[in-house]
């Protein structure tokens, strides 16, 4: 049974954050912004630390915690309340949410240090934190959509925190944009879902769903809910709006792509498994369009300088694995490469943040090289997340890989195995190719750089472990039988969504393993070949073939958007503006206008000045009426 106390611990996770963003908001004046870090802080450790008494209280989450604090909304039969749900999944991103969080927090203090709007920067970090908590916390797909707005709202603010440059308020406004386009497909899969429903709740809407027997309905569902999620997670196509998002200042690009924003759209496919399964259409959309996505933005990320731009794509191309995972029905396998990917993906962005904070701004990789020895402690942590991110085992990156591929090979065939095999040996070779050209060679750059301080470097010490050790809670079910084939992250997750394990014999198994690590290290030795020693030059100009051009151009897809949709909407948006606007609304605006102005020419000859004339009008007016009533 739910005590008391887990009730008021599962709603102190949820306001932690809220209660230091409104300190910072109310009590911290400019003078003492440097307490805002440490205020902002403490406030989503406090929030890491009870959901960890809550899973020790809760045994493990055998059971759903549930608050209701309040009816929310009721129209006729449906009622929406305003209650906070945690069970195992919702337990996984709570965990990333507020640890990783936390971790990038403290990162901030030393990385923010000085900048004139830092006590603004950590609100609308803790606010970013309480709607993504909101989001994933929710009972019911309304107040997801809260949370999920919520994060939107805080993304454009902290994209465009440097808001005084031009070019970083266009990527806040595209960012902006882009996930409105998804969040109506949110809204009217939401809609579609009360109206056939009469409910919003998961524990009212998943039962019925087995027996309502309409697949055309629970298909348009399911997309519809899958638009909102590609805008959310960039997705084919509306993926551009993240890469264009490293405006904000680092932290930021952490937060979005490790532990919150990005990772909201696989919540909401995987929380929303039981409608999938039974929509077999969208499940494959769904794999399509994350391969197609994995594997474009994979490339791109190959001709990449910006080492940020680089870390961005990565990201993309991350999720759109996981998309692909989720399209085979891995929900388990996709929530599992969530967990490691923000540890490593956390590490990669403070990584670089640190590269940046030693080279004084620089973020061209070829501006960089040789800062093995002026910064070896960023230079082993990232090293940690590289070979986490490529796949090498012991890292964490390689288990919840290895599930994937293994997913996809059995439950989706050669073709999609093989597109996700060939991903994974791009992504080592561009990781390693940053890593070689951050910190090997020679020096390309006349500045002196140095290592971060302390503040900055903990952070990376403690997702380097993370990075390290991670992926031991997903151990292929090969080397363990102690969980019923099953390893202990899926064993956790399986009282909530539906688990699929590979069956393939031992042997193929292995098999596979082998292909990938030998593909994944011939890669990663291919990096080392043409960047691991001395660059020439010729090495760092852009390629002349098509792929070369095509991946460092990002495949024309800003210039196609910018032709095919910005410019027809422009010129749509001016035929209204010239014919409905100016030629309907102005002229009946300013009919209406004169209208009025003609009749108060013509009231004012009623205004005689003449008081007898006045009297006369108030005595006639009476008779009217008396004798109105009495002809009744």
């Known amino acids: ?74 129209y006729e039969n449906i009622s929406i309340p305003f209650q906070l749900y ?82 970083y308020s266009k990527a806040a406004n595209k960012a902006f944009i882009m996930n409105r386009i998804g969040d109506l497909g949110f809204l009217l899969g939401v809609m579609l879902m009360v109206s056939n429903f009469g409910s919003l709740n998961f524990s009212a809407v998943f039962p019925q769903i087995a027996t309502i027997g309409n697949e055309t309905l629970l298909t348009s569902i399911a997309l519809l809910l899958f638009v909102g999620a590609i805008g959310k997670s960039a997705q084919l196509p509306l993926f551009t709006w993240l890469p264009d998002a490293m405006a904000g200042p680092t932290p930021v690009s952490a937060l979005i792509h490790a532990a919150t924003m990005v990772t909201a759209g696989i919540y909401l496919i995987a929380r929303s498994s039981a409608i999938y399964l039974l ?26 300088y910006d080492i940020k731009k680089v870390l961005a794509y990565s990201t993309v191309s991350q999720l759109g694995l996981m998309f692909a995972a989720l399209g085979a029905g891995g929900f388990n396998a996709a929530v599992f490469h969530v967990l490691t990917h923000a540890a490593f993906k956390a590490l990669l962005f403070l990584g670089a943040g640190s590269i940046i904070h030693g080279l004084e701004g620089e973020q061209d990789l070829r501006k960089m090289g040789g800062l093995k020895n002026s910064m070896p402690l960023t230079y082993y942590t990232f ?51 940053l890593f070689y050209l951050s910190f090997f060679g020679s020096a390309r750059s006349n500045k002196h750089a140095h290592e971060s301080p302390s503040a900055m470097t903990r952070p990376l010490v403690v997702l380097a472990v993370l990075s390290a050790v991670l992926g031991f809670i997903g151990i292929p079910a090969l080397f363990t039988h102690s969980l019923g084939g099953h390893h202990i992250l899926d064993y956790f997750l399986s009282r909530t969504i539906h688990i699929v394990t590979p069956h393939q014999s031992a042997s193929l198994e292995l098999i596979l393993m082998g292909v990938t690590l030998f593909v994944v290290g011939f890669a990663a030795y291919m990096a080392y070949l043409k960047f691991g020693k001395e660059v020439r030059e010729n090495a760092l100009e ?24 910005t410019q027809n909407l422009n010129k749509f948006s001016n035929i209204l503006n010239k014919w409905v606007e100016e030629g309907v609304f102005a002229s009946a605006i300013s009919m209406s206008g004169r209208s009025v102005r003609e009749l108060g020419l013509m009231s004012r000859k009623l205004q005689t000045g003449n008081v007898g004339s006045y009297f006369f009008a108030m005595v006639m007016a009476m008779c009217i009426i008396l004798l109105y009533f009495i002809l009744q």
């Not at 640890?99 to 000085?114: D, E, R, T, V």
């Open 86 to 167: 945690m069970d195992p999944l919702t337990a996984v991103f709570v965990f990333v949410i507020t640890g990783i969080g936390f971790l990038i927090h403290w990162y901030s203090k030393a990385y923010m240090h000085g900048d004139e709007g830092i006590n603004r920067f950590f609100i609308y970090l803790n606010l970013f934190i309480f709607f993504m908590l909101v989001l994933v916390m929710a009972s019911n797909y309304l107040l997801m959509f809260v949370g999920w707005e919520g994060v939107g709202l805080c993304s454009y603010l902290l994209i465009g925190f440097w808001y005084k440059n031009t070019d």
């Open 542 to 565: 852009v390629p002349g073939n098509v792929i070369g051009k095509t991946g460092y151009n990002k495949f024309y897809l800003d210039e196609i958007y910018q032709n095919l949709v």
């Open 279 to 304: 929509a077999p259409i969208a499940m494959e959309i769904i794999l399509y369009t994350g391969l197609a996505t994995t594997l474009i933005a994979a490339i791109i990320a190959v001709y990449q």
């Open 383 to 433: 090293l940690i997340g590289t070979l986490a991110i490529a796949g090498i085992p012991p890292f964490a990156g390689f288990f919840s890989k290895d599930q994937i591929l293994m997913t996809l090979f059995e439950s989706s065939g050669i073709v999609a195995f093989a597109i996700a095999l060939g991903v994974s040996a791009l992504t080592a070779f561009y990781m390693f190719r």
């Open 1 to 74: 049974m739910v005590s008391t106390n887990m009730e008021i611990t599962l709603l102190l996770i949820l306001l932690f954050p809220l209660l230091g963003a409104a300190i910072n908001g109310l009590l911290v004046r400019r003078a003492e912004a440097s307490t805002s870090g440490y205020i902002a802080s403490g406030a989503v450790l406090l929030s890491f630390v009870a959901s960890v008494f809550l899973y020790i209280m809760n045994d493990g989450f055998k059971y759903p915690v549930q608050l209701l604090l309040f009816e929310w909304i009721r």
